[in-house]
Antibody
Framework: EVQLVESGGGLVQPGRSLKLSCAASGFTFSNYYMAWVRQAPTKGLEWVASITNSGGSTYYRDSVKGRFTISRDNAKSTLYLQMDSLRSEDTATYYC??????????WGQGVMVTVSS | DVQMTQSPSYLAASPGESVSISCKASKSISNNLAWYQEKPGKANKLLIHSGSTLQSGTPSRFSGSGSGTDFTLTIRSLEFEDFAVYYCQQYNEYPRTFGGGTKLELK
């Protein structure tokens, strides 16, 4: 059974950093692209970033480019999202997703990030 | 960016009825469209990809159609478990973009 479990969320002040993790199991992690998708309170879904299976290429939405870094450790079957220079508009639930042939075929339950002073 | 416009935003229906949700792209995305279901307390679920291909495990009462810019998700003979929020998403190009969602409520 595919499982994606996010962790690392919480309350953080504007301008500070936070690192999310996603522990994957139930599939060969190193074979799949992965992604982060977020959802602000009462809003819709928004793709944040994707990473190839090797980690050699990454893709970001413009609003997080230069502030967020997606990475992975295939030996630990873990996906990361380093979030720097956080803004209030980054407040959202962040979902780890498996990116299979460009669709998000499995999702985690999400982790909440609140950016507020 | 490709804008995805879903309608309606809210839809009220009864079990046994059929409903359709529209999703329009701001430019052609071929058939690179997926539909997802969101339910409280559950992980989001991929229902359909490639515009009309049911993901493994998706009940046959769900169907998708369309290509280019206009797409439709149809649910026939609604069951209680189908009342949820539905999103379309294009994966023709980056950034991947989602529709605003359609909340299907019990009438």
């Amino acid at each position: 059974e595919v499982q994606l479990v996010e962790s690392g969320g919480g309350l953080v002040q504007p301008g500070r950093s936070l690192k999310l993790s996603c522990a994957a199991s139930g599939f060969t992690f190193s074979n799949y692209y992965m992604a982060w998708v977020r959802q602000a309170p009462t809003k819709g879904l928004e793709w944040v970033a994707s990473i190839t299976n090797s980690g050699g290429s990454t893709y970001y939405r413009d609003s997080v480019k230069g502030r967020f870094t997606i990475s992975r450790d295939n030996a630990k079957s873990t996906l990361y999202l380093q979030m720097d220079s956080l803004r209030s508009e980054d407040t959202a639930t962040y979902y780890c997703t498996r990116d299979y042939r460009r669709v998000f075929d499995y999702w985690g339950q999400g982790v909440m990030v609140t950016v507020s002073s | 960016d490709v804008q995805m416009t879903q309608s309606p935003s809210y839809l009220a229906a009864s079990p046994g009825e059929s409903v359709s949700i529209s999703c329009k792209a701001s430019k052609s995305i071929s058939n690179n469209l997926a539909w997802y279901q969101e339910k409280p307390g559950k992980a989001n679920k991929l229902l359909i990809h490639s515009g009309s291909t049911l993901q493994s495990g998706t009940p046959s009462r769900f169907s998708g159609s369309g290509s280019g810019t206009d797409f439709t998700l149809t649910i026939r003979s609604l069951e209680f478990e189908d009342f949820a929020v539905y999103y379309c998403q294009q994966y023709n190009e980056y950034p991947r973009t989602f529709g605003g969602g359609t909340k299907l409520e019990l009438k």
